[in-house]
């Protein structure tokens, strides 16, 4: 996933530069999911749909970011051409606490599966936001619950003992 900003998306060229890249690396456009904040593409709905629309004949996916902190408008999101929805961690945050987090939480997940959008929820810390999130049956999850930042150097490490611990579960299961 790659983080786009206000300023790549409104120049004109993203389309361009995503097309190249991907022709360039040789990578396979599945593989590649461009995040843009929710604010950003509510900034110009109408010209961010035809960008989208061109992004997404590349193959590529769109992840929407921050959702539910910028000035969404749900006649808009249905028109947004989008695979994800990022729940912004200022909701995740209190969501075992706060009963209109836990609400509002709620509600984002069972609307974007009536729309057949995956959900992920940002700024997991705890085992219990966790287990809300899933029984919500929201589709994935990141934070520090998981792991915190690392330096790429540690990535594969980390990937392969991830792969190690997965195969003795099978072999076990």
Request: net charge negative.
């Amino acid at each position: 996933a790659v983080n786009v900003s206000a300023k790549q998306f409104n120049d004109g060229y993203l389309v361009h530069l995503v097309r190249e890249a991907l022709q360039g690396t040789g990578v396979n456009a599945k593989y590649l999911t461009l995040e843009l904040t929710e604010s950003l593409l509510m900034g110009n709905a109408e010209e961010a749909v035809e960008t989208l629309t061109h992004l997404m004949a590349l193959g590529l996916k769109i992840s929407m970011d921050d959702f539910g902190t910028g000035y969404s408008s749900l006649s808009y999101l249905k028109r947004f051409p989008i695979h994800t929805l990022k729940i912004d961690r200022s909701f995740v945050r209190d969501i075992v606490t706060d009963k209109n987090d836990h609400t509002i939480v709620a509600a984002i997940i069972a609307m974007a599966h009536s729309l057949e959008i995956e959900v992920i929820a940002e700024g997991i810390e705890t085992a219990e936001q966790l287990q809300l999130l899933m029984a919500q049956h929201c589709n994935h999850y990141q934070g520090y619950y998981f792991s915190r930042p690392v330096p790429v150097a540690h990535i594969e490490n980390m990937l392969q003992d991830s792969l190690t611990t997965v195969s003795k579960i099978h072999a076990i299961g």
